[in-house]
């Protein structure tokens, strides 16, 4: 049996389609988990199963987040990883996570999941490449099942430890064989080809410096042959293209192009020190790139060059990445960030609120390999959110409502709606208890950093 839902009277609709419509007094008219008219309010039935009043509201896509360690929610602001850049960062931090368990990598995707959905997002990726004490990717699978979130899970991998030159410790990186075979058995357990799917599996070994060029190799011929997408992190910072240059004698992009890592079925993470030939290889392939400002400022990365991307034709979606580099998974305080950001490096002008929001929509989209999230149009997944107006962060800003959600107070959402379904409803998520999951969640952060003390 069919349910239809009817969302109506917007302030402003941000549809994200091929014109770029914003329509006002719109409606968006869904049956089951499918959006079937789009329009002004009056142009559309005028019943439905359920109807949302989104009168003073701004109605859009949801956002979509291209990178995260949900894993790392329970080791915010450790006060050994508060200052230094990305090998020191890591560096304190493995031995932290070297004490992960089952229930900690579930319960911390809960928590995150739970962030990213109240502020906007729909549809996350999260690279997991960390698996002690009997941890899999089954546990965050089972989180994103339960809360309702449309997911990309990425199985990382580490398998280059220090004895061999890597930088991660030896006790927590796996053997190569059973990485892929690992991986091999996510893809035919849980992945998810179709339209509207809302679990899909990526193969996503960790980085350059933490496996072999066999292992990113045999990835890219694993992921073609099921056809699913490959993300790793790339050019994140000066000392990464120091790795590079020193262990391979070539740049990240070339190292990348050499393991058969572009293509459209591809996206790097970071990417803040690509070189101009690479951003024009990425652009020429429809390499995507997930671009996380808030984690790159946080260690002092530098600031990648999107403006020079995009002019390039570089798919590029955002990131919140992780809430230990992040400290916050609020992706529409990423949006902000991002547009904030360019502007301090390359002019006033390098991007507008609007580009921003479309980054972290139908860009998300397209570096996730998807065609049907990321815009409000007949035939697209119906994963829609609301921004109620009549806020104290939007006082004295309804001259322009769409803009206002970029340049003011990052908002949290008033309902959200992924797959059809109502996860939020005026300001609460309905699908767990988060009360509970908070409580639950903090304990389990203490008892990590009480493990590795």
Known sequence: MTKTLLIKNARVLVTMDDERREIAGGAVYIRDNVIEQVGPSADLPQQADEIIDAANHVVMPGLVNTHHHMYQSLTRVIPAAQNGELFNWLTNLYPIWANLTPEMVNVSTL???????????????????????????????????????????????????QSKGGLPPDRVVEEEGAILKDTQRLIETYHDAGRYAMQRIV??????????????????????????????????NANDIAYSREKFNMTPAEYAEDCGWVGRDVWHAHCVQLDDDGIYMFGRTGTGIAHCPCSNMRLASGIAPIRKMLDSGVPVGLGVDGCASNDSGHMMGEVRQAMLLQRVGFGPDAMTARQALEMATLGGAKVLNRDDIGALKPGMAADIVMFKLDTIGFAGALHDPVAALVFCTPPNVSHSIINGKVVVRDGVLCTIDLPVVIERHNALAHQLALAAA
């Open 111 to 161: 928590a995150a999941m739970s962030e990213l959905i109240l502020s906007g997002c729909t549809t996350s990726s999260d690279h997991l490449y960390i698996y002690p004490n009997g941890c899999k990717l089954d546990d965050s699978i089972e989180a994103a099942g339960k809360i309702g979130m449309r997911f990309h899970a990425a199985r990382g991998s580490m398998s280059v430890g």
């Open 203 to 236: 193969v996503a070994p960790c980085s350059p410096f933490s496996v072999s060029r066999d292992l990113m190799k045999e990835a890219a011929a694993l992921a073609r042959n099921f056809g699913v997408s490959l993300h790793t992190h790339l050019a994140e």
